[in-house]
């Protein structure tokens, strides 16, 4: 982790000068801006300073893909948890107490020999933040958004994941509250790992359908 | 509106390219613009998609040229603004002196640090608890309307007159293209409508591959 993460519970202008000066540039626009405008917020009592600390800390230490791999690991080990899984995502992570903001009804997908699944949100950047926590730069970004629809198997070969063509690939666009986890499939020759051996092999980016789960 | 932030099927952005063990935040203002932009959201002024519709007035060139969390300050700027809680002048004095006053509002509804973990698990934007019958079952054939409204839309511009089959009903949800343009929650069922590569794409698609958008009745005919 980078010195920014160890000292954000610090004052934020503090770590911004530091970072500044050592880089040697001067603020940029949308620092000052968002400078100008948190200062703005808190001066008029419209927000809570701990209360934005308590926001970082929760999806910068708390919430993350880390949680998306426990259900992974826990559906590939026990087959009941799957089926509720797929039936009901939504139910079945709050098993794990993953409930919350941007994962009001989750639905996970299975990948199979048949199917590879993918996710996007080509609008915006809806992600399942409950089980995978903020979405990455690329998830974001034009290319992963503009391409994905149109070209999924092109994006699939850049980034190394080859599909054979009587496999189908379903892409889901995000453009609603409901928010997508893609359920892997279980790398061959992992038998004898534990839930929580499983649990660390599973990678974010295969829990969106850009990455297979290797052993 | 059909802006820049609609971007499905374009081409030219060049590879996707995934940074090895990213963090969760680049910079310190990324860490700040996201933390002002979800407390504010918490004032109860605005809802998710009149947040996604501000973002998505940014002007197309700009859109494109700057990151992500210059979109959200974009929209918060703009929504703090149009609800007179940080009127744009007020900004702009405050940039060119960080000393100049603002005095304090009061009889907001203002997210307390306690409360943050609570706020979080219960957030629940637009989950409709009405009885609204659905129009249509899964497997039923659908057509997507065309339209090109001036305001805030979820159906995608390259899913607009499509035909479809109706994959999961995924129950009664507020209505965006209303509720994103302050103009009501008009419930409604909201279904993953699934639809063949090539009907979206035409005969250079892949046979077998499909593309499943979440949308609403509204957004619907029969096909």
Known sequence: MSHEHEHHHHHHDDDDVQEHRAHGAPLSDVELRVRALESLLVDKGLVDPAALDALIDTYETKVGPRNGARIVARAWVDPAFRRRLLEDGTAAVAEHGFVGRQSEKLVVVENTPAVHNMVVCTLCSCYPWAVLGLPPVWYKSAPYRARVVIDPRGVLSELGVDVPADTEVRVWDSTAEIRYMVLPERPAGTKRMTEEQLAGLVTRDAMIGVARVRA | ?223
Not at chain 2, 127 to 147: H, Q
Not at chain 2, 173 to 178: A, H, I
Not at chain 2, 180 to 188: D, F, M, T, Y
Request: hydrophobic share 40%; proline share 6%.
């Open chain 2, 1 to 223: 509106m059909n802006g820049a932030h609609d971007l499905g099927g374009m081409h030219g952005f060049g590879p996707v390219e995934i940074e090895r063990d990213e963090p969760v935040f680049h910079r310190e203002w990324e860490r700040r613009a996201f933390a002002i932009t979800l407390a504010a959201g918490f004032l109860g002024k605005w809802n998710i998609d009149m947040s996604r519709f501000a973002r998505e007035q940014m002007p197309p060139a700009e859109y494109l040229a700057t990151s992500y969390y210059e979109h959200w300050m974009f929209g918060l700027e703009k929504l703090l603004h149009e609800h007179g809680l940080v009127p744009r002048q007020q900004m702009e004095r405050r940039l060119n002196d960080p000393a100049a006053p603002a005095a304090p509002v009061t009889g907001e509804r203002v997210l307390a640090a306690r409360d943050v973990e609570a706020a979080l698990r219960t957030s629940r934007a637009s989950k409709a608890d009405e009885d609204v019958a659905p129009r249509y079952k899964v497997g039923d054939r659908v057509a997507t309307v065309n339209i090109n409204p001036l305001g805030h839309t979820r159906l995608p511009r390259y899913a607009r007159g499509k035909r479809g089959v109706i994959a999961l009903d995924h129950g009664v949800w507020v209505f965006p293209d209303t509720a994103g343009n302050g103009l009501g929650r008009k419930p409604q069922h909201c279904y993953s409508v699934r639809f063949t590569a090539r009907e979206l794409w035409g005969e250079g698609a892949a046979e077998r591959d499909t593309v499943c958008i979440d949308l609403w009745d509204d957004h619907l005919v029969p096909a």
